[in-house]
């Protein structure tokens, strides 16, 4: 059960696009299709971003967008705004009913 | 609306116990499973355990395997942590989070958290 790689931040000017990517293994991302992120205020709930590598759930804005390739996923998010600026977190299945996150990525808007 | 609130951290000593709630409201909990998921300082998230809707099946980190136990009262509509032996890598926000029915694998929602600290 080893922890996905992110990277430690991404930064952005408003308007731009920035992607996070997230490096897992064979037995995670590279096998299953279940890959999620999640946004999160420190002292706060999580709150899922993406779903399923690239479902929106309702409420989250177009914006965001996940896709993957092999063994790595990607978060984008486009437009970017000042509340945006906080940290995002990936997970995986891993099988056998257990999950595996991220080490987080901070987004700095410039 | 949907809520997860937890309870039940604090200060404990190396190899004392603690027991973590969750409790939920806004939706029909025993239709769900629910996970706990930690983040100890400076690090990202953990997946700790997960309980199935009716409590029959059950999953954990290897990393607690054996020390912890989850179970849930769906006539209180809690969720439960119940931590034994504990260890100063234990230290961490813990997270109760819904087994999303919408989306496969997912954790769709989830609480604010409470902090555990193992120090003795």
């Known amino acids: 059960q080893s922890a996905l790689t992110q990277p430690r931040s991404v930064s952005g000017s408003p308007g731009q696009s920035v992607t996070i990517s997230c490096t897992g293994t064979?037995?995670?991302?590279?096998?299953?299709?279940?890959v999620s992120w999640y946004q999160h205020h420190p002292g706060k709930a999580p709150k899922l971003m993406i779903s399923d590598v690239s479902k929106r759930p309702s409420g989250v804005p177009d914006r965001f967008s996940g896709s993957k390739s092999g063994n790595t996923a990607s978060l984008t998010i486009s437009g970017l705004q000042a509340d945006d600026e906080v940290d995002y977190y990936c997970?995986?299945?891993?099988?056998?009913?257990?999950?595996?996150f991220g080490g987080g990525t901070k987004v700095t808007v410039l | 609306q949907v809520q997860l609130v937890e309870s039940g951290g604090g200060v404990v000593q190396p190899g004392r116990s603690l027991r973590l709630s969750c409790a939920a409201s806004g939706f029909t909990f025993s239709n769900y499973g629910m996970h706990w998921v930690r983040q100890a300082p400076a690090k990202g998230l953990e997946w700790v355990a997960l309980t199935w809707y009716d409590g029959s099946h059950k999953y954990y980190a290897d990393s607690v395997k054996g020390r912890f136990i989850i179970s849930r009262d769906n006539s209180k509509n809690t969720l439960y942590l119940q931590m034994n032996s504990l260890r100063a890598e234990d230290t961490a926000v813990y997270y109760c989070?819904?087994?999303?029915?919408?989306?496969?694998?997912?954790?769709?929602?989830w609480g604010q958290g409470t902090t555990v600290t193992v120090s003795s």
């Open positions: 997970s995986s299945y891993a099988g056998s009913y257990t999950w595996v």
């Open positions: 064979s037995n995670d991302i590279g096998t299953y299709n279940y």
């Open positions: 989070a819904r087994d999303s029915v919408d989306y496969s694998y997912t954790l769709d929602v």
